[in-house]
């Protein structure tokens, strides 16, 4: 069971795979967790965690996947990117295994944008849709020191959203991409993994959509 962009979310009997350089930082003897408070203060209490790049193809065979699961991860990838996500998962998920996306819901901000625009009480809408959408800030790194600068460089920073989806849309993707029985789930609740609560155990932070298939 593949937990794709697991950050600080690593379960036992998942492999959780992450290409944050913070997170592969703090594994190194002794000093890893110091030199990682150079690039962000939070500090991961498991090394239950593999590098995984996924702008190049899988490292995995062919149908060796039960489980391809990633959460807040599919609208960082540019649609070259996601397209080879959608490939690879594909090419690597077993018949019969399946496939999770919890994305941003566009339809569910777009509500409450709405909402909050209309409502007398919020001084300012346009806060909630820059938190809400992830959008590039002016300047949002230039107070930062020249060695993490330089880093987020290399890693192609600015790392906002580079698309935004909802259900029906991200539906949309998972059956061009040749996946069938698809359903629109909620938080904490799958229709086909049994161990979603391994990853979706915590309490819901975030306006999303949930949507699983699998591979015929």
């Not at 950050?7 to 030199?35: C, E, M, T, Y």
């Not at 800030?137 to 192609?156: D, H, M, T, W």
């Amino acid at each position: 069971m593949l937990n794709l962009g697991c950050g600080s979310i690593r379960p036992a009997g998942w492999l959780n795979a992450d290409s944050s350089f913070n997170a592969h930082l703090q594994r190194l003897p002794l000093v890893g967790k110091r030199l990682s408070r150079i690039f962000n203060p939070i500090e991961y209490e498991s090394d239950n965690v593999v590098y995984m790049d996924l702008n190049s193809n899988w490292k995995y065979g062919d149908r060796s996947v039960d489980v391809v699961y990633a959460s807040h991860l599919f609208e960082h990838l540019t649609l070259k990117s996601a397209d080879l996500f959608l490939s690879e998962s594909y090419r690597c998920l077993k018949q019969g295994g399946v496939i999770r996306l919890v994305v941003p819901d566009l339809h569910k901000i777009c509500v409450k944008y709405l909402k909050d625009y209309e409502d007398s009480n919020v001084d300012d809408p346009t806060v909630f849709i820059l938190w809400a959408m992830n959008l590039h800030k002016e300047a949002q790194y230039r107070n930062e020191g020249f060695l993490k600068r330089l880093v987020n460089e290399y890693r192609g920073y600015p790392h906002q959203h580079k698309f935004m989806y909802d259900d029906k849309s991200l539906s949309l993707r998972l059956k061009q991409a040749g996946f069938k029985d698809i359903k629109v789930e909620s938080y904490g609740k799958s229709s086909y993994i049994s161990e979603i609560r391994d990853v979706e155990g915590r309490e819901e932070s975030y306006l999303s959509a949930y949507v699983e298939a699998i591979k015929p």
